[in-house]
């Protein structure tokens, strides 16, 4: 078993920055793949930032260029830096690391993290 454990996330103004942050229980993140999701209110939880084990990342057309994803193996922790935050922006965040187990697919989750965009 994995434990995520997310902070970071607060009221912020638009224009503004934050950092969000999730820990896991163990080492776990160098060699899986790792993600950021959001959900808004009323909508979908939706991929907006991934990184792979080998350290290619991808983003969401909406968060490309604005938020950063990155992991600290030795932290066993990933980061999602988000700048330039605009309202729409405004959801609960989540981390997901997946793993492999015999081939079967196996994705942990972190308990969110609330991150409110306003003036």
């Known amino acids: 078993q994995v434990q995520l454990v997310e902070s970071g996330g607060g009221l912020v103004q638009p224009g503004g920055s934050l950092r969000l942050s999730c820990t896991a229980s163990r080492s776990i993140f160098s060699s899986n793949r790792v993600a950021w999701y959001r959900q808004a209110p009323g909508k979908e939880r939706v991929l907006i930032a991934s990184?792979?084990?080998?350290?290619?990342?991808n983003y969401a057309d909406s968060v490309k260029g604005r938020f950063t994803i990155s992991r600290d193996n030795a932290e066993n922790t990933m980061y999602l830096q988000m700048t330039n935050l605009k309202p729409e922006d405004t959801a609960v965040y989540y981390c997901?690391?997946?793993?492999?187990?015999?081939?079967?697919?196996?994705?942990?989750w972190g308990q969110g993290t609330q991150v409110t965009v306003s003036s």
């Open positions: 997901k690391v997946r793993t492999f187990i015999l081939n079967t697919p196996r994705d942990y």
């Open positions: 990184l792979s084990s080998s350290g290619a990342s």
